[in-house]
């Protein structure tokens, strides 16, 4: 059975940093694509990273330079390093596996999120 | 980046009611448009990708439809576990989501 389950969210003041992690099973990260997508309260889906298997990464333009993703193949898990906070980081943060195929690209399984908030 | 915006950003309906969503794109997504569901406190769930293909384990009153820029989720038979929000997606350039549409009890 496929899970993922995020943990290291919390508060945290602006500027500072934080480490989310992900940790998968069932099914081998760094064979597949994962992807990190945030929600703010009350607010709709955006999209933050994602990492390929070729270990290629790429990020949103509103946390390009500040945030990066990575993975621990040992350990079977997915990270977040978040830098230079700021108050409109704050969100509930998912990570996703992403399946991609011919002409296909989709978050077929979420783990259950984390709350980041960026307040002094 | 490519824009998606769905309409209606809310609506009402009753059990049974057939209900639509539309998604448009700011540009051809090709077939990278996928669809998710999420209910309050929960995680997204993957309902349709590649525009029509439905989810292994979700029901067949589900459905999508479109091509290009404009696209469309159907629930042929609203049921009282789809008062939710729907949102859509597209992968073909980075990846963006449209604002989502809120399924409210009439």
């Known amino acids: 059975e496929v899970q993922l389950v995020e943990s290291g969210g919390g508060l945290i003041q602006p500027g500072g940093s934080l480490r989310l992690s992900c940790a998968a099973s069932?099914?081998?990260?760094?064979?597949?694509?994962m992807s990190w997508v945030r929600q703010a309260p009350g607010k709709g889906l955006e999209w933050v990273s994602i990492?390929?298997?070729?270990?290629?990464?790429y990020y949103a333009d509103s946390v390009k330079g500040r945030f990066t993703i990575s993975r621990d193949n040992s350990k079977n898990t997915l990270y977040l390093q978040m830098n230079s906070l700021r108050a409109e980081d704050t969100a509930v943060y998912y990570c996703?596996?992403?399946?991609?195929?011919?002409?296909?690209?989709?978050?077929?399984?979420w783990g259950q999120g984390t709350l980041v908030t960026v307040s002094s | 980046d490519i824009q998606m915006t769905q309409s209606p950003s809310s609506l009402s309906a009753s059990v049974g009611d057939r209900v639509t969503i539309t998604c448009r794109a700011s540009?051809?997504?090709?077939?990278?448009l996928n669809w998710y569901q999420q209910k309050p406190g929960k995680a997204p769930k993957l309902l349709i990708y590649?525009?029509?293909n439905l989810q292994s384990g979700v029901p067949s009153r589900f459905s999508g439809s479109g091509s290009g820029t404009d696209f469309t989720l159907t629930i042929s038979s609203l049921q009282p576990e789809d008062f939710a929000t729907y949102y859509c997606?597209?992968?073909?350039?980075?990846?963006?989501f449209g604002q989502g549409t809120k399924v409210e009890v009439k």
């Open positions: 996703a596996r992403t399946t991609v195929d011919t002409a296909l690209d989709y978050l077929d399984y």
């Open positions: 069932g099914f081998t990260v760094s064979s597949n694509y």
């Open positions: 990492i390929y298997s070729s270990g290629s990464a």
């Open positions: 540009q051809s997504v090709n077939t990278y």
């Open positions: 590649g525009i029509s």
């Open positions: 997606q597209q992968s073909y350039i980075v990846r963006t």
